[in-house]
C-alpha cells in the first residue's frame, strides 16, 4: 500500500459504534466503507420502545455533535436527557449517518457473510508479518440477493451481539425442542404495552432470564396483567434469590435502579397474576401446532409440567464467530470475546463504565482486524457506548503509530 494513498476500511455494522468509528476515520480522511445487513442501527428499532439506562451525553461523542451541529441539524437531545431506543436513533443516529462525512459510505441492506485474506489462507503464515502486506477479502450478499467479494486494509467488526441469542436449555444449550420451536419463542424485548399489545394481553406467557431485559419485559407484563386481567406471566429464573435482580450498592443509574427495585416488587408480590418461579430450570419446550401452544417441562423447584401461549426467553446473546473464522483471531474460552481484551476485563468491575483499557486490549493476531463495541465483550453484557468510544479514540492512535498508515497528524487532536 501506497503511503500516498489513505488505507481503506472496512466497518461491520452500522449501529452506534460502527457510526461513530466510521465518522472519526472519515475526520482522518481514511476511505471507509461501512456494510450494514439491515438498516442504519436496525436492531434498536427491536427495543425502541425502551428507556436507556444512560444518558445522551454519554452516548453520543463531540465529533458527531460537532458534524450535526455544522450541518444545523435540529432537535437534538440534551446529554442529560434519557431517551428511548426509538428516540436515540430518530433523534441522533440516523442524521448522523446523513451528515457530510458518512453520506454514501454506508452499504444497508448488505450482508457481510465471511472475511478472509485475499491470497492468504488460515493456516498461512501464522505469526508472521507477511499477512499484513495482504488485503483482507469480503464476501458479501446484497439486497438483491446476488454475492460479490470487496477488499479493505483495514477491518473493525462493530456488528455486536443482539439478534444471536442464547439458548434456554441446561448448560447453555438448547432444550429438546427448542430449535423447533425457535420461530415461535420471542428472544428480544417485545413492546407488550404498545404494538405487541395484542399477542400478550389476556395469554398464559412464559418469561424466561434474571437480567435487565427480563426485568423490563416482566414490569411491562405486570402493568398489562392489571389492564387485562386475564393475562398471566410466569417469570422463571435459575438463581436461588427470590429477589431476581440484584442490586448494585452506589448504583449511578436511576433508571436501572428503579427497574431492579420494579422487578423484584413484582416477583415478591402474592399475585395470582404474575409468579417468580426461582431455581428452576427447562428441560424441554415445544411447540404443539394442533393445539396452539407450548409445553414446558421443568426442573428444578418448580419441576414439573406448563402450558404457555407466549414464551419470552431474554437470556443474552452470544457474537457470531462464524465471521471471521479464517482469520487469526483468539478468543477467551469464557466469555468469546477477543482474548487481550477478555483477560483484561476480568479484573474490572461490572457496575460503571470500564475504560478501553489501553490500544494493546485490542490487537489481535490477525494484522489490521478489530473487534469493537459489544462483541469485543462477548457474552459479557456490562458493554456501554462510552467504553466504545474510548475503544475508537484507541484504535485510531494504533493506526497512527503504524509507519504506513500515519498519514495524518490530527489523530492526536480527536475530540
Excluded at 56 to 75: C, D, W, Y
Excluded at 196 to 210: D, E, K, N, P
Excluded at 254 to 270: C, G, Q
Aim: glycine share 10%.
Amino acid at each position: 500500500m501506497s503511503v500516498d494513498t489513505p488505507a481503506r476500511i472496512a466497518i461491520l455494522g452500522a449501529g452506534p459504534i460502527g457510526l461513530e468509528t466510521a465518522l472519526y476515520a472519515r475526520f482522518l480522511g481514511y476511505d471507509v466503507d461501512i456494510y450494514e445487513r439491515g438498516g442504519v442501527a436496525e436492531n434498536i428499532l427491536s427495543w425502541g420502545h425502551v428507556r436507556m439506562f444512560t444518558p445522551f451525553g454519554q452516548n453520543r461523542s463531540r465529533l458527531g455533535i460537532a458534524a450535526l451541529t455544522a450541518q444545523e441539524v435540529g432537535g437534538l437531545p440534551a446529554d442529560g436527557d434519557l431517551l428511548t431506543g426509538r428516540e436515540y436513533l430518530e433523534r441522533y443516529l440516523a442524521p448522523l449517518s446523513r451528515s457530510d462525512l458518512l453520506d454514501g459510505n454506508i452499504h444497508e441492506r448488505t450482508e457481510v457473510l465471511a472475511i478472509g485474506r485475499k491470497k492468504q489462507w488460515k493456516g498461512e503464515n501464522v505469526g508472521t508479518e507477511s499477512r499484513d502486506n495482504d488485503d483482507f477479502q469480503l464476501l458479501l450478499r446484497e439486497r438483491n440477493k446476488s454475492e460479490r467479494t470487496a477488499t479493505a486494509d483495514v477491518v473493525v467488526d462493530c456488528t455486536g451481539t443482539y439478534g444471536n441469542h442464547n439458548w434456554v436449555g441446561r448448560g447453555g444449550l438448547p432444550a429438546p425442542g427448542e430449535q423447533s420451536a425457535r420461530r415461535r419463542i420471542e428472544y428480544c424485548l417485545p413492546d407488550v404495552l404498545g404494538e405487541s399489545r395484542h399477542r400478550y394481553a389476556g395469554r398464559r406467557v412464559v418469561v424466561i432470564g434474571s437480567g435487565y431485559s427480563a426485568a423490563t419485559t416482566v414490569v411491562a407484563l405486570a402493568e398489562l396483567a392489571q389492564q387485562e386481567p386475564e393475562t398471566r406471566v410466569t417469570w422463571i429464573t435459575r438463581g436461588p434469590s427470590e429477589e431476581p435482580i440484584p442490586r448494585i450498592a452506589g448504583d449511578r443509574y436511576p433508571e436501572r435502579v428503579h427497574l431492579a427495585s420494579a422487578a423484584n416488587h413484582v416477583s415478591e408480590a402474592k399475585d395470582a397474576r404474575v409468579s417468580h418461579w426461582p431455581e428452576t430450570t427447562i428441560r424441554e419446550i415445544r411447540w404443539k401446532k394442533d393445539a396452539g401452544v407450548f409445553k414446558l417441562k421443568l426442573g428444578g423447584r418448580h419441576a414439573g409440567k406448563l402450558e404457555a401461549d407466549r414464551v419470552i426467553a431474554n437470556v443474552g446473546y452470544r457474537p457470531n464467530l462464524e465471521l471471521f473464522r479464517e482469520l487469526h483471531v483468539q478468543t477467551c474460552y469464557a466469555s468469546e470475546g477477543p482474548m487481550k481484551l477478555a483477560s483484561a476485563l476480568s479484573a474490572a468491575g461490572d457496575v460503571k463504565p470500564a475504560p478501553s483499557l489501553g490500544p494493546e486490549t485490542l490487537l489481535t493476531p490477525e494484522p489490521d482486524f478489530y473487534v469493537l463495541g459489544a462483541k469485543s465483550y462477548g457474552r459479557n453484557s456490562q458493554f456501554f457506548l462510552s467504553t466504545g468510544f474510548d475503544q475508537i479514540r484507541a484504535l485510531f492512535t494504533i493506526l497512527g503509530d503504524r509507519p504506513d498508515l500515519d498519514l495524518y497528524s490530527t489523530v492526536g487532536k480527536l475530540p
